[in-house]
């Protein structure tokens, strides 16, 4: 009988996979999103020069006050806006979404609609 692979495993693979064409540059750099199990990460990168331009998770003050659980849709929302508003203030406009081998659903989807909304173009 054949295992079947953990969902770590493939999610990793997608974003092996993904990483190949995507990249970020000076001028439209990466969103990069990671969930664990109790918080998300979303950093802004430019890969030409490895640099991280801009972070913000679920355990920054700024997001986690007001939320009652750092790992639900309404956390992701937050956390959506305030990465696009740290990102306007850094004067970056458009990026390059990764969702990091995440299906696009649920948290990582309001995730990115927040930062649409509140400014950000990908």
């Keep these: 009988m054949i295992a079947k692979k953990s969902r770590a495993l493939v999610r990793e693979t997608k974003h092996r996979r993904l990483r190949h064409t995507l990249s ?3 001028d439209r750099p990466r969103m990069c999103v990671f969930r664990s ?3 998300m ?3 802004i990168i430019n890969d030409e020069v490895g640099k991280t ?3 913000a998770s679920t355990l920054d003050k700024e997001v986690s006050d007001g939320l009652e659980k750092t790992n639900d849709v309404e956390a992701a929302k937050k956390l959506g806006s305030v990465i696009a ?3 306007t203030d850094a004067g970056i406009k458009t990026v390059v979404f990764d969702r990091g081998g995440y299906i696009y659903a649920g948290k990582v989807a309001a995730l990115a609609d927040a930062a649409r909304e509140a400014g950000l173009d990908f």
Aim: aromatic residues 6%; proline residues 0%.
């Design 41 to 43: 990460y979303v950093q």
């Design 85 to 87: 508003k740290r990102a």
């Design 37 to 39: 199990n109790n918080h």
């Design 53 to 55: 331009l801009v972070s």
């Design 24 to 26: 970020g540059t000076a």
